[in-house]
């Protein structure tokens, strides 16, 4: 099963129909709830308090009763049919069998469908371990890998935080209940928007290009409940993101695997001994052989050799990658007002 969403293009009265769909939803879903403060409610209980409601208010039997049992501020477009009427932006193909269709509106009053598809199964894809990358990521490149290419972090939030400060401020000023002060809060909801879809879009092209260069991609298994409790490091923990970023890796690379993360900064890479540095050390500088590079560069070239050696394949020595010529096209990756290189 894959989910693909698009973005759909209402006529007016489709809107209106749509709207009225989500707000019984929500009306139903409010029902529930209610319900549910006095005893805990199975699915099976709503199933049955719904077909209750539907006794005692009989309009609801003009909405689709699947659609109803979804129960949730998302509808369900029960009727396919119903979304090839609506125009919709198909920017890529879908499977023929589609399953299911979620129809959601975002908050700033965009309507997006979703469309789960079940896959045909295919033939597990050949791993040619040559073409394995480590990468190790990070707060000051969001991710560095073990052909030693890096990628800055985009921090969309801090770049984006004063209009959404000052608009946060302007909707504060404004009374509450008027109509200006719903329209700074628009403009609020379309500034939150604007950063998820950058970092969504940043996300998608980095994985995408790991994901067609090469066959198998180690990462660190990070624990980023723990990282997260350091507060400083929070706020860009949550910015970057890697949690969403290994997940659209994870489904777009032939083979994704993490590999324990223990000691990964600390070992040298080419000689094994131990270089202990605090965060602030952004340099490996092993003084058994000398070996001097970026501590995330360091980190991520231990990541491919522990995760080559999961699959009993030889260790890369340094040497040899050092003259080993690395077939990666020189690209680059254009993210607004931030020009860098990438491979
Ligand atoms: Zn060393």
Redesign the pocket.
């Known amino acids: 099963m894959r989910n693909y969403k698009f973005r759909l293009y209402p006529t007016v009265q489709q809107e209106s129909r749509l709207q009225n769909n989500l707000n019984v939803c929500k009306w139903v879903y409010n029902k529930f709830v209610e319900k549910a403060q006095k005893s805990f409610l199975s699915r099976n209980d709503m199933n049955y308090i719904l077909t209750e409601l539907k006794q005692s208010e009989p309009w609801l039997y003009n909405y689709h009763s699947k659609m109803l049992q979804m129960v949730s501020t998302q509808l369900e477009g029960a009727e396919k049919a119903n979304i090839e009427l609506i125009r919709i932006k198909k920017h890529r193909d879908t499977p023929d069998n589609i399953k299911q269709v979620i129809v959601t509106k975002s908050k700033s009053c965009k309507w997006y469908a979703c469309l789960t598809c079940e896959l045909v199964k295919v033939n597990p894809p050949k791993i040619d371990f040559t073409k394995a990358v480590g990468i190790d990521v990070g707060i000051k490149s969001f991710v560095y890998d073990s052909d030693g290419y890096q990628t800055p972090n985009p921090l969309n939030l801090k770049k984006m935080l004063k209009p959404l400060v000052r608009v946060q401020r302007k909707v504060s000023r404004r009374v509450k209940g008027s109509n200006n002060r719903l329209k700074t809060i628009r403009h609020l909801q379309r500034i939150h928007e604007k950063i998820t879809n950058k970092r969504k879009d940043f996300q998608h092209k980095l994985s995408s290009t790991y994901a067609n260069h090469y066959d198998v991609v180690f990462v660190e298994d990070l624990q980023l409940t723990n990282m997260v409790k350091n507060h400083k490091l929070a706020q860009n923990i949550m910015d970057s993101s890697w949690g969403t970023f290994l997940q659209k890796l994870e489904y777009k690379c032939k083979l994704l695997i993490k590999v324990p993360a223990r000691n990964t900064t600390i070992d040298?890479?080419?000689?094994?001994?131990k270089?202990p540095k605090n965060l602030a050390v952004r340099i490996h500088s092993?003084?058994?052989?000398?070996?001097v590079i970026d501590r995330d560069y360091n980190a991520s070239i231990n990541i491919l050799q522990k995760g080559l050696k999961i699959f009993n394949q030889n260790k890369l020595p340094q040497e040899l990658r050092e003259v080993t010529p690395v077939e990666i096209s020189m690209r680059s990756m254009k993210q607004e007002d931030n020009t860098f290189r990438c491979w």
Do not use: E, I, Q, T
């Open positions: 040298c890479s080419r000689c094994g001994s270089v092993c003084n058994k052989c000398n070996l």
